[in-house]
Every structure is written in C-alpha cells, then in structure tokens.
C-alpha cells in the first residue's frame, strides 16, 4: 500500500501570510494527486486534482505542485475561510489513501 | 446542481449489519465510478470502497473486505453499501462520493450519515 505522509500535522498562520503543505507518497505516483479541504461537521471538499489542476470555483491563491513522491499545496494568501483542515490522496492504484491531515489555525 | 443524499445510519452492536443507501440527481448516475469514504470521529479520512458505472468491478479497502458490500442500482440512481459484522472501529461518517475527472477524486459528496457500532 501507498503511505501518504503530510507535514506539518498543524500549522498556525496569519491572516494574508503564504501557507505551504507538504505531502510525501512511500513510492512514485506520478501525478495522481488530490488536495482537499475540510471544516468542522462539513463533508471534504476537493481543491486540487492531478497535482496541479485547480477544481473549478475554488479561488486561485490555491495551487499545487510535485510530482512522483513530494508535493505540496499553496495557499499565497491566506484568507479567514481558509482555516480549515487539509487532506492529500493519492489515486495512482489501489487501495486510495489519504494524508494524516493539517490543521491551519488561527495565529 | 449534483445532489448525494446518503442515509441508513445509526447505532448498532458489534457483530450487526447496517445497510447505508446514497440517492444521486443532477448527474447521469450510471456513467460514474462511485465510492464509500468514511470518517471516524475525531480522525482522518479513509476510503472504504469503489464500484464501476456498470458495477463489474467493485474495491475495497482491506479492513472491510469479505465484510462490506458496495452495490448499485442505475435504474434507481442510487448507491449501497452493505456492512455485516460490524466492529467498534468501524464507527465513522460514511459519505458517499464521485468524480468528474478520474473518478477517484473525488468533487461530489454527500452530506454523510454516523454510523456507530457500539454495545
């Protein structure tokens, strides 16, 4: 099975500061990579899929990048209703699995 | 607007059974993979099961294989998941999900439904 590993598991930030998440795959795979954002009681809800592909509607200070085994995702100016918590996944075979999740709190 | 209603929750003791149902509208339901994620409390997100848009090929996670069954019905827009022996680690928020893109990532949820497995 593919280990997905995300740093940091919470991070604390400002209003307008320039967040980065990081997620690291045990073993190569490729671009299939999805980021998405959660909030409390709220189903998750997806940012970013194939790396770089930013789902429609979701504002563009949200971006990915990577490939193979490191990728990250940038928020470049962090807004209020971005304090939420982020999840990476893979969906380069089965079984899927998820990142461990990063908090974003209020600084 | 894509709509994913999920419902069949509840609490049940270890060793039952539940069934979970997902209705979906606003979307050709039959031309999409669907998927079961689910959420313990207080924890990350694990996805559970896939199936395919004719239900020829179904996956599962591991831990609920030989015990889960994920199933649809086209005709009826409408997905299934079908959870016997049940255990105290299996209490979670089951959603159900799909996808425009690959259909494993995911772009449409449900709302979930709690599902606790509790004596």
């Known amino acids: 099975d593919i280990q997905m590993t995300q740093s940091p598991s919470t991070l604390s930030a400002s209003v307008g500061d320039r967040v980065t998440i990081t997620c690291r795959a045990s073993q190569s795979i490729s671009s299939w990579l999805a980021w998405y954002q959660q909030k409390p009681g709220k189903a998750p809800k997806l940012l970013i899929y194939?790396?770089?592909s930013l789902e429609s509607g979701v504002p563009s200070r949200f971006s990915g990048s990577g490939s193979g085994t490191e990728f990250t995702l940038t928020i470049t100016s962090l807004q209020p209703d971005d304090f939420a918590t982020y999840y990476c996944?893979?969906?380069?075979?089965?079984?899927?699995?998820f990142g461990g999740g990063t908090k974003v709190e209020i600084k | 607007e894509v709509q994913l209603v999920e419902s069949g929750g509840g609490l049940v003791q270890p060793g039952g059974s539940l069934r979970l149902s997902c209705v979906a509208s606003?979307?050709?339901?039959?031309?999409?993979?669907m998927s079961w994620v689910r959420q313990a409390p207080g924890k990350g997100l694990e996805w559970v099961a896939n199936i395919k848009q004719d239900g020829s090929e179904k996956y599962y996670v591991d831990s609920v294989k030989g015990r889960f069954t994920i199933s649809r019905d086209n005709a009826k827009n409408s997905l299934y998941l079908q959870m016997n022996s049940l255990r105290v680690e299996d209490t979670a928020v089951y959603y159900c999900?799909?996808?425009?893109?690959?259909?494993?990532?995911?772009?449409?949820w449900g709302q979930g439904t709690l599902v606790t497995v509790s004596s």
């Open positions: 606003g979307f050709t339901f039959s031309s999409y993979w």
């Open positions: 996944q893979h969906y380069d075979s089965y079984p899927l699995t």
């Open positions: 194939k790396t770089s």
């Open positions: 999900a799909s996808s425009d893109h690959s259909g494993y990532d995911w772009n449409y």
